[in-house]
């Protein structure tokens, strides 16, 4: 017996940007539903994909409330036994709904499914296949720049996915309490994995669900803005989960100097340490994180991960992705 799905699209984009999206799901709807979370679009016309889609329904709020609070709204009206989440600035390929939601199997702990996103101007290259965390917490998407025939050769499973493509048991989900809503956008998911890890759930890869992802679609790579709300993000679990202790205070310290170094040079713009500085003041400490959930320690990889990091970096400022209209993240 097939597993429901509940598809949750936020956006707070015009009809016409998320067509892409729609028409790459509209074959996937039989015995799923889909809720695209209007966060306070201006384009009226959002109203009228029911009419278009089977089993579709547009959830309209007033405000642009961020993707956090934008997803646990959807979440709590869904009916489907696996919650989908997918980006506005995502294609699906065929079967990716089906596929998704059969990999999550709660008797047996798998509460979190995690796609192969591909990189739209590359396709033979890996966009994300979910996040890999290292030993402070910082995350990385798993697998990215590496060629999708990575992928016959069998590869671990990341520690978690990536919420511009992921799925969820939707029970799981609800009984930790879904994202925390302090983080408007960005970093929803780290936190989210590690409470669902902490409870004894644990992702899967699953290699045949893949589209393609537009990475920083919403506010372009290196925007003033979502340098910010990564900031944000990334004090608020810095705080929240403990990670500045006596054996992680230093070499987090020095990722964060890295980082924003590279933001100050890149970008030209420091607002990812304001981001820092106000999230770690917001973030409420609870416990430190649990050990065993998969966390990466060798300082080698690090450096190549942001050497990666910094290319893609590069790639996307090449394609003339600059600051972009707010988008399903919007503003606090």
Request: proline share 6%; hydrophobic share 45%; net charge positive.
């Amino acid at each position: 017996m097939s597993t429901s799905a509940t598809i949750v699209v936020p956006t707070m984009s015009d009809a016409t940007r998320i067509r892409p999206l729609l028409d790459s799901l509209r074959g996937q709807l039989a015995g799923n539903e889909l809720i695209v979370v209007d966060n306070a679009s201006p384009d009226p016309a959002l109203a009228a994909i029911p009419a278009e889609l089977p089993n579709t329904r547009v959830l309209r709020l007033e405000r642009n409330v961020g993707f956090s609070r934008a997803v646990n709204l959807a979440a709590a009206q869904a009916t489907g036994e696996v919650l989908i989440l997918v980006n506005d600035d995502c294609v699906c390929d065929p079967g990716f709904v089906a596929a998704l939601a059969a990999a999550v199997d709660p008797a047996a702990d798998v509460t979190m499914a995690a796609s192969v996103m591909r990189d739209p101007a590359q396709p033979d290259l890996i966009d994300s296949a979910g996040m890999r965390l290292d030993r402070t917490l910082l995350v990385f998407d798993y697998l990215n720049g590496e060629p999708l025939g990575v992928l016959d050769g069998g590869v671990r499973d990341p520690v978690g996915p990536s919420a511009a493509a992921a799925a969820f048991d939707r029970a799981a989900f609800l009984a930790v309490g879904g994202f925390d809503e302090r983080l408007f956008a960005y970093w929803e998911d780290v936190d989210l994995v590690i409470r669902l890890r902490r409870a004894g759930g644990r992702c899967v890869l699953v290699p045949e669900a893949r589209g393609t992802h537009e990475h920083s679609a919403t506010l372009g790579s290196g925007s003033a803005r979502k340098n910010y709300l990564m900031g944000f993000g990334r004090g608020y679990v810095l705080r929240k989960w403990r990670v500045l202790n006596a054996r992680r205070a230093l070499p987090a310290l020095a990722r964060e100097l890295v980082i924003c170094a590279g933001q100050a040079v890149l970008d030209r713009n420091l607002t990812g340490l304001r981001g820092r500085l106000r999230g770690y003041r917001t973030g409420r400490p609870e416990a430190e994180f649990p050990a065993g959930i998969g966390l990466e320690s060798r300082p080698w990889e690090l450096a190549r991960t942001l050497a990666a990091r910094a290319r893609r970096r590069a790639r996307l400022r090449r394609r003339g992705q600059g600051e972009r209209r707010v988008g399903a993240a919007g503003s606090p």
